[in-house]
């Protein structure tokens, strides 16, 4: 085991300096840090302590969270960017589950029924306002990976009529498993492939429910994230929201899809063949499928809490850095109550603003054009306050310059890379890039782009909407330690995702939390002391929608 590092905090200004000679490490060098806020570690324990419960949104947890959020930034002397308040309301819909049944299947012919139990065998949930859902007697239907996408000349759904039915789909999307990179995009995981798109599109297509098989690899993250995910309380949009929503949606364990494969003659090895056929055709499965629950629902408002720095030369453009505030809050077992603190996921990334805020606060002469902070609600229930904010916004999205997004900072050390999710989507990679080669580090892609992080964090609403942002994190060549080391970081980090292990430990080494900070704020420093225009890099998804509001952003 590796020793823990000896650390030196010194007053603010002064460098952190470290002399590795431990096992593990690839030769013994210093690596000094000068550390970006005194204040930092500070904000990042409060917001993961137990006090915080977690920091669902609608909890109490949650609202000393948003008053946290806002006393710091009104200390700060940041302006509040909702009229003269903080505070922009997100409407939303607290869904709570209770008395899950199990999955009932029954079928082909005599076959005896067979039954799956929640959170085991399968979770399931609705975000249908109604406070019973009983889904009886349901024809399942295998539809593939579930997926209409003309541009790749692929319709899963061609066909059949599934509506009032229950279609089984695999996660991901086939580029994955061919790793074609002339099949929608290779390995890289398409918005396709998220489960969000698999239940939207179910209901476009009047589908009862929607069961999505769990397989790790391709869905990036283990059943027990399924389970931590989708037990607790679920946010959806309040207001006014008209778009289709199946009745039941969910997951199922891949051995329980083995089971219910079987009973119709098939194995998941015979069905994922058959999806990933161009000609494939949707088919029932010969079975039926039953569940219910009970549904307590809450209208309310969580909060994105916003302020910013008004520019010296151009206040109407504006420079935004965005985290999200919320996790997973806390639940009560037979053991007693387990807090989802989210240390890492993400008190990393809130603290984060929080002093970038304060340093950009503190320039003389202010920069010349706004910079925007805004820590976002809702977030692990579907980006919803990002997507709020996107469809909502405070400052005119024409005159967005770029955006900047901390999600999950590295807590396990300096590195000499950068990865950077949705690697050349834009040019913010080259102001990245440029800051980067000042603390002697390169860029590089993401190592696991079949996961689809472009799509699970915040940043991807402001994409949507055509503004360019930069969504980066360290790698993991860490500097003085050898590839063991990165393995156990990759595995630790993994182990403690969407978990209640996700705390501060003594096995954090501040020193690449400091490095990030610096090189983020390093970006957004320069983006607003220029006269400098990001552009999406020619032929991605995102660039005309930016170029239709071109003739706005002419001075």
Partial sequence: MLKKLPISLFLSGILLSVIFSLKGCKEQETVEIPIFSNNYERFVRTLSSDEFEGRAPTTPGGKKTKAYIEAEFRRIGLKPAH????????????????????????????????????????IVGTTRKQEKINLQESELVFAGYGIVAPEFNWNDYEGIDVRGKTVVVLVNDPGYELEDSELFTGKAMTYYGRWTYKYEEAARQGAAGVLIVHETGPAGYGWDVVRNSWSGPQYEVGGNNNEPSVLVQGWVQEA??????????????????????????????????????????????????????????????????????????????????????????????????????????????????SVVFIAVTAEESGLIGSRYYSLNPLFP????????????????????????????????????????????????????????????????????????????????????????????????????????????HDRWDWRGLHQNLWLLYSVGEELANSDYWPQWTEGTEFEAIRQQSDHLRER
């Fill in 83 to 122: 009229g003269n308040s903080f505070r922009q309301p997100v409407p939303l819909i607290e869904i709570i589950g209770s008395n899950f049944s199990d999955l009932l299947i029954s079928g082909p012919g005599e076959q005896e029924d067979v039954s799956f139990s929640y959170l085991d065998d399968m």
């Fill in 256 to 369: 329980t899809a083995a089971v219910i494969f079987d009973r119709a003659g098939y194995n998941l090895t015979q069905l994922r063949e058959m999806a990933l056929n161009p000609d494939f055709s949707a088919f029932s499965l010969g079975m039926n499928v039953s569940v219910s629950f009970d549904i307590k629902y809450n209208r309310s408002d969580s909060y994105n809490i916003a302020g910013y720095v008004e520019g010296s030369e151009y206040p109407d453009e504006t420079i935004i850095y965005m985290a999200h505030w919320d996790h997973l809050g806390m639940e009560v077992t037979e053991d007693g109550v387990k807090i989802y603190n989210g240390a890492i996921d993400n008190a990393t990334g809130t603290a984060a603003i929080m002093v970038i805020a304060e340093k950009f606060a503190q320039m003389d002469p202010a920069p010349k054009r």
């Fill in 397 to 504: 999205v024409e005159k967005t310059v770029g955006g900047i997004n901390i999600d999950g900072l590295n807590v396990y050390g300096p590195t000499r890379d950068v990865v950077v999710v949705g690697y050349n989507t834009s040019t913010m990679q080259n102001l990245l890039e440029s800051h980067a080669a000042e603390q002697d580090r390169i860029l590089v892609p993401e190592r696991y782009p079949e996961r689809g992080y472009f799509y699970r964090s915040d940043h991807f609403n402001l994409v949507r909407v055509g503004i360019p942002v930069i969504y980066a994190n360290s790698g993991d060549d860490f500097i003085g330690r050898d590839e063991d080391y990165a393995k156990w970081a990759r595995k630790d980090m993994e182990a403690r995702y969407h978990s209640p292990e996700d705390i501060v």
